[in-house]
C-alpha cells in the first residue's frame, strides 16, 4: 500500500505539487497570521504597560471640586490644580499617608499668583551721540503674547537725560546699625554734597515728600534740579514713565547715581505673575525626584518656615524653590529714540510743564530691540513678593451640541485686585489687563507679628532652583494635563487657528484670569502657611488642594495591579469623604474649545486642549485581547477551509483513478486508505515546509514565530488535510465505478447553442456544479474573511481612539493588522486558484476536444479566464455578503465603510480569480492535445 501510494505521488507531480502547495499555504498562513494577531497584541500591551503609569495612581480632591464636564465623561480637566485652593484638611492627609498600601501621598497647596519683578536691561550706549552735551533717550516698550496675537503698548516710555554737566545727587545718612541699637535715635534726612537747599529743590519740582531729585550743574554755576515725571511719581516702584539723570564724563564713562560704568543701560520692570504652591518636601521627592531635579542652591527643608538673606541676618523671607522656566509666552519689544539736536531744556521744569518738554523732545526712533521673557527670567530668579496673592477660579463654559467648549469672560477690576498698600505703585503685570476667562479673587493681606517689628520682610527668598524638564511624572502618552509641574498647551484645532499660531500651541502668560493657567512656578513648605496665609482664615484650616497617591505594589495593567489601586481609592473615598479619580492609566484626550478673542488683538481661535481620559490603558488592553481572540478565530477558520478546499479537490481529480481500482478488485477500505496515506504524506511533507518557510518569513516581517509554534502547525494541517480527504474518498468507492468513470455533469434540460464564449463559460459552470460551488466557497471565504478583518481592526480603533495614548497604539498596530488582512486575502485568493486549476485538469479531455474541433489558443483561454471571472463573482458575492451578514449578527450595525470594504473585496476577489485562472489556462495552451486526452 505504501509503495503505491509513493508511486502515485511520483508519478502524479502536477496533482501532488498542488495539494503540497495547498497544504503548504494553510500551513505557512496560520502561523504567520497567528503570529501577526499575537505581535500587535503584544506591541500594544507592551507600549501601555511602557505608558500607563505616571508619577501617581490616584487624584484626591476636595469633595464637589468635579466640574460637570469631568464627572459626565471620565474626564480631569487641564491643570486641575488652577482654581482649587484649599479644601483638604491635614488631618486628612496623614490619614491618607498611613492607609495600608499608600507608598506615596504627596500634597499640594495651591496659595495663588504672586508677583516676581523682573528687569529687561536695554542697552542703550551706542545710541547716545557723545558730541551733544545735553539729549534726551527715549525708551518705549511694547508687550506681545500669544504666539504674537496679542500686542500691547506701555503709554508710559521711560527717559535718560544725558548731560556733560555734571550731576550732583543727594546723599542719605540712614545708619540701619545705630537705629537698631539705639531706637531713639534717628537717621539725619539725605542732603547734597554741594549744600544745596533740600527745601528749594523739593519747591521746584512741587513734589514735597517725595525724594529729593538730582542737580543739573550749569556751566555758570548754578544747581537746577530735573525733577521726576508726574508718570514716574505715581509709579516710583515700577519704574514706569521715569526720567533718570545721567552725567556722560569726559572719559566717556556714564555716571548715575548707584554706580560709575562704560555702558548706559536702561532697566524696563517686568512684573511676571507666578503661581505659588506649597508642598510637602519628602513626598514631593519620592514622588517626582524633586530634589535631584535642582539645577543651583538647596532643596527644601521639610519644617523651615523662613530664611534669612546673606545681607541681611535680621530680616527673613519665606524660602521657595523657583521655576529654571518661567513657562509663559511673553515678548518685549523697544523702541529707542533720540531728542533732535540742540539744548533739551528739561532741568527746573516740573509736573505738566516738564511733561510737555519731554513729549516736544522725544525725536525719532534710532533702534530697535527685541527680548523674551525666558533670558529676563533667567537673570532675576531672586524670589518674589508676597504681599499681594491673587486666585483665580475655574474656567465655566457653554457646552455645544457637538461637545466642544466655549469659556465664558467675566469682569476684573485689575487696578482693585493688585493694589498695594504697602509699596505704592507696585508693578502689575502688564498682561493682566486682557480678557479673563478665570474669576479672580484677593487674598486678604496678612502680616505676620513680627512683621511689624522689622524681623520679617513679607517677602519669598528662592533657596534653590529647580527644572521641571527633570521631574519624573508622565510618559509623551500620558503626559499633560495630569502633570502637576508643566504648562497646558492647545494647539489649533483648524487650519485657521494653526495659521495664526504658526503651527505652535498657544501658551499661558501672566494674566492670572487668561483661559491657560500656569502650573506652579514657586513650591515653599506646609509648614511656612502660617507665614503666607492668615491662620484664622478658612483656607489655612484646610489649605491643601490635592493628593497624588501613588499604590504600593503596581506593576502593570494586569487585573492584580487595578484591583489594588481600586481598593485604595474606595477606602480613600470611604473614610474621608473626598473626591478620588483613578488616573493610573489615563492620557490626554483632546476637547475642542472655542477661546474668545482678547482686548488686544487676538482673535478668537478654535483649540484642541488635551483633557485626561481616565481608564484608557485597561480599555486599550481589552479591546486588544478581544480583537486577537477574534483575529486568531477567523485566520484559524479561513486556514482550515483552506485546507479542506485543497483536500477535497485533490481527490475529486483522482475519480476515475479511484473508479478503475475498485473496477480491478480493490474493496472500498483499501481504496480509501490509498488516498489517506497519500494525503497524509503529502500533508506531513507540505506541513514541514510551511513550518520552515513560516520561520524564513518571520523576522524579515518582524514576527515572533518560535520553533515550536511553527512545529505545532504540521499535526494541525496533517489531521485536517487527511479529514478532508476522508470525506470524497469514501463518497468515490461507495458508488458504482461506472458513475465515477463519467464526469460530474447535471445533464442539460434543453439542447441550447451558445454563440459567445461568455455563454458558454456560464454552461460550463453550470454542468458541473460540485466544482463551481468549491471553487466560489473558496474564494469567497478570503472575501468574507477581508471584510471581517476589516470589520475587527475598525471596532479596534473605534474603542481606542480620542487619546493621545490610544492614537499612537492605533497607529503602531495598524501596520500588522494591515498585514493580518492583507495574508488572509491572499489566502483566500490562493485557495481560489488552487481550487481553480484542478477544475481545469480534471477537465483537460474536454479541452483536447475542443483543440481538436479547431479552436485557438486564444478562445480557449479567453473561456478559461471568463469561467474564472464568472467564478469570481459568484464567490466574491457571496462572500461580502456573508461578511457583511456576519458582523451584522455580531455587532448589530452595518456601516457605510464596511459596505464600501466588502464591495471593494469583492471586486479584489473577482480580479484576483481571473488572475488565478491565467496561470492554468497558459498550461493548457502549451500541452500537446494528445497528452490532454491521455487524462481520459
Request: hydrophobic share 45%; glycine share 8%; aromatic share 4%.
Amino acid at each position: 500500500m505504501l509503495r503505491t501510494a509513493f508511486s502515485h505521488v511520483r508519478h502524479r507531480t502536477g496533482r501532488s505539487l498542488a495539494l503540497v502547495a495547498g497544504v503548504m499555504a494553510a500551513t505557512t498562513g496560520f502561523t504567520l497570521l497567528t503570529s501577526t494577531a499575537e505581535t500587535s497584541q503584544l506591541r500594544t500591551t507592551g507600549t501601555v504597560n511602557d505608558n500607563f503609569r505616571g508619577a501617581y495612581d490616584i487624584l484626591v480632591r476636595p469633595a464637589g471640586s468635579r466640574s460637570a464636564q469631568e464627572s459626565g465623561q471620565g474626564l480631569v480637566r487641564p491643570n486641575f490644580l488652577s482654581g482649587q485652593f484649599g479644601g483638604i484638611t491635614r488631618g486628612q492627609q496623614d490619614r491618607i499617608a498611613r492607609m495600608t498600601g499608600v507608598e506615596v501621598a504627596a500634597p499640594v497647596a495651591m496659595v495663588g499668583y504672586v508677583l516676581a519683578n523682573s528687569k529687561a536691561a536695554v542697552d542703550v550706549t551706542d545710541q547716545v551721540d557723545r558730541t551733544r552735551t545735553q539729549q534726551l533717550i527715549t525708551v518705549k516698550p511694547t508687550w506681545h503674547t500669544d504666539r504674537g496675537l496679542s500686542t500691547l503698548d506701555d503709554d508710559l516710555p521711560n527717559f535718560v537725560y544725558v548731560t556733560r554737566n555734571k550731576v550732583v545727587w543727594p546723599e542719605s545718612h540712614v545708619d540701619l546699625a545705630r537705629e537698631r541699637s539705639d531706637p531713639s535715635w534717628q537717621s539725619p534726612p539725605p542732603s547734597y554734597p554741594n549744600g544745596f537747599d533740600t527745601r528749594k529743590a523739593l519747591a521746584v519740582c512741587d513734589n514735597p515728600g517725595q525724594s529729593l531729585p538730582p542737580l543739573e550743574v550749569m556751566p555758570d554755576g548754578r544747581s537746577v534740579p530735573v525733577c521726576a515725571t508726574d508718570a514716574s511719581i505715581a509709579g516710583s516702584a515700577s519704574s514706569r514713565g521715569h526720567l533718570e539723570a545721567v552725567h556722560l564724563a569726559d572719559d566717556g564713562s556714564f555716571r548715575t547715581e548707584w554706580e560709575t560704568s562704560s555702558r548706559l543701560t536702561v532697566n524696563i520692570s517686568w512684573p511676571v505673575s507666578m503661581l505659588l504652591a506649597a508642598i510637602d518636601p519628602d513626598q514631593e521627592a519620592k514622588l517626582v525626584g524633586l530634589d535631584k531635579a535642582l539645577v543651583s542652591g538647596r532643596y527644601l527643608r521639610q519644617t523651615e518656615t523662613a530664611v534669612a538673606p546673606a545681607a541681611d541676618g535680621r530680616s527673613r523671607s519665606v524660602p521657595v524653590l523657583i521655576s529654571s522656566d518661567p513657562q509663559v509666552d511673553e515678548q518685549l519689544s523697544v523702541a529707542v529714540s533720540r531728542s533732535p539736536a540742540g539744548p533739551v531744556g528739561i532741568a527746573g521744569l516740573a509736573r505738566r510743564a516738564l511733561d510737555t518738554a519731554i513729549d516736544e523732545k522725544r525725536g525719532s526712533r534710532v533702534t530697535d530691540r527685541s527680548y523674551s521673557v525666558d533670558k529676563v527670567y533667567g537673570t532675576n530668579r531672586k524670589g518674589a513678593d508676597l504681599y499681594r496673592i491673587i486666585q483665580s477660579g475655574a474656567p465655566s463654559y457653554r457646552t455645544a451640541a457637538d461637545g466642544s467648549l466655549t469659556p465664558r469672560t467675566v469682569p476684573a477690576d485689575i487696578d482693585e485686585l493688585w493694589a498695594n498698600s504697602n509699596h505704592t505703585g507696585w508693578p502689575t503685570p502688564w498682561l493682566a489687563r486682557d480678557a479673563k476667562q478665570r474669576p479672580l479673587t484677593r487674598v486678604p493681606e496678612y502680616q505676620a507679628p513680627d512683621f511689624r517689628s522689622g524681623d520679617w520682610s513679607g517677602d519669598g527668598l528662592a533657596v534653590g532652583t529647580y527644572d521641571p524638564e527633570r521631574l519624573t511624572e508622565f510618559s509623551a502618552l500620558s503626559e499633560v494635563p495630569m502633570e502637576t509641574y508643566q504648562p497646558v498647551e492647545a494647539t489649533g484645532a483648524d487650519a485657521a487657528a494653526r495659521k495664526l499660531l504658526g503651527d505652535r500651541a498657544l501658551m499661558p502668560n501672566s494674566n492670572p484670569g487668561g483661559y491657560l493657567a500656569t502650573p506652579p512656578q514657586l513650591l515653599t513648605t506646609l509648614a511656612a502657611l502660617p507665614r503666607v496665609l492668615d491662620p484664622a482664615s478658612e483656607q489655612a484650616a484646610a489649605p491643601i488642594s490635592a493628593i497624588r497617591v501613588r499604590v504600593d505594589g503596581v506593576t502593570g495593567t494586569d487585573a492584580r495591579s487595578r484591583e489594588r489601586v481600586r481598593l485604595v481609592a474606595e477606602r480613600i473615598g470611604k473614610e474621608t469623604g473626598l473626591g478620588v479619580d483613578l488616573t493610573m492609566g489615563s492620557s490626554p484626550a483632546p476637547r475642542t474649545v472655542h477661546l474668545p478673542a482678547g482686548d488686544y488683538g487676538r482673535p478668537a481661535l478654535t483649540l484642541s486642549e488635551g483633557w485626561s481620559r481616565k481608564g484608557v490603558a485597561a480599555r486599550i488592553v481589552e479591546a486588544a485581547d478581544r480583537k486577537s481572540l477574534l483575529l486568531f478565530g477567523l485566520v484559524l477558520g479561513v486556514c482550515a477551509l483552506f485546507l479542506v478546499n485543497s483536500a477535497s479537490a485533490a481527490v475529486r481529480d483522482r475519480r476515475r483513478e479511484l473508479a478503475v481500482l475498485a473496477c480491478l478488485g480493490w474493496s472500498r477500505a483499501r481504496v480509501t486508505s490509498l488516498v489517506i496515506g497519500e494525503t497524509a504524506l503529502l500533508g506531513t511533507v507540505a506541513g514541514v515546509l510551511g513550518a520552515l518557510l513560516s520561520l524564513l518569513l518571520a523576522g524579515p516581517a518582524g514576527l515572533g514565530v518560535s520553533p515550536l509554534r511553527a512545529a505545532a502547525a504540521v499535526p494541525i494541517a496533517l489531521v485536517l488535510s487527511v479529514l478532508a480527504a476522508a470525506v470524497p474518498a469514501l463518497r468515490a468507492s461507495a458508488g458504482h465505478p461506472a458513475t465515477s468513470l463519467r464526469p460530474a455533469i447535471r445533464a442539460a434540460r434543453r439542447p441550447r447553442r451558445h454563440r459567445t464564449v461568455t455563454g458558454l463559460a456560464c454552461a460550463n459552470l453550470a454542468r458541473v456544479p460540485g466544482r463551481t460551488l468549491l471553487g466560489a466557497a473558496a474564494l469567497a471565504v478570503g472575501v468574507a474573511a477581508v471584510t471581517a478583518v476589516a470589520a475587527i481592526l475598525w471596532s479596534f480603533e473605534d474603542d481606542v481612539v480620542g487619546t493621545v495614548m490610544g492614537d499612537a497604539i492605533a497607529l503602531k498596530a495598524r501596520g500588522v493588522d494591515i498585514a493580518a488582512a492583507a495574508g488572509t486575502a491572499l489566502l483566500g485568493a490562493f485557495a481560489a486558484a488552487d481550487v481553480i486549476y484542478l477544475g481545469i485538469r480534471e477537465r483537460a479531455a474536454e479541452f483536447a476536444v475542443l483543440q481538436a474541433t479547431g479552436w485557438s489558443d486564444g478562445e480557449l483561454t479567453r473561456l478559461v479566464l471568463t469561467e474564472g471571472a464568472v467564478l469570481g463573482a459568484l464567490g466574491a458575492t457571496a462572500g461580502a455578503a456573508t461578511g457583511i451578514g456576519l458582523i451584522a449578527w455580531l455587532t448589530g450595525t452595518v456601516g457605510a465603510a464596511l459596505v464600501a470594504t466588502a464591495l471593494l473585496a469583492a471586486a479584489a476577489g473577482v480580479v484576483l480569480a481571473t488572475a488565478a485562472s491565467l496561470v492554468p489556462s497558459v498550461m493548457l495552451t502549451r500541452s500537446p492535445t494528445s497528452v490532454l486526452l491521455q487524462e481520459e
